[in-house]
């Protein structure tokens, strides 16, 4: 069995860990600072409700079996793709 690690070692790790927090995206939308990932959140949704549409014109929605797995991965990949887009950097 392996020893828990030293109390020292804990809170020495947990120093480093805040650093990525220390600044988040915003956008200003009408005057008012508004966080980036709600936005793309927003666009991921409303490209998925597209994508539904899309597929219910061709066709290829009533041969989906897995419809709450697929419109959700649907939503977190487009949702992923607009924030990899306008926020990479």
């Given amino acids: 069995m392996m020893p ?9 790790s ?3 860990l805040p650093g ?3 600044r988040g995206p915003t956008l200003d939308v009408f005057g ?3 966080p ?3 936005a793309c959140l ?4 409303i490209l998925t409700i597209m994508a539904r549409l899309l597929l219910i014109g061709l066709g290829i929605d009533a041969h ?3 419809k709450p797995v697929v419109y959700p991965c649907l939503a977190v990949f487009f949702t992923l793709a607009v924030w990899l887009v ?3 950097g």
């Fill in 4 to 12: 828990a690690p030293a109390p020292k070692f804990i809170l020495l």
């Fill in 14 to 16: 947990a120093i480093f």
């Fill in 20 to 22: 990525g927090c220390a």
């Fill in 32 to 34: 008012s600072y508004f």
């Fill in 36 to 38: 980036a990932w709600m």
């Fill in 42 to 45: 927003v666009i991921g949704l």
């Fill in 64 to 66: 989906l079996w897995r």
């Fill in 86 to 88: 306008f926020f990479k």
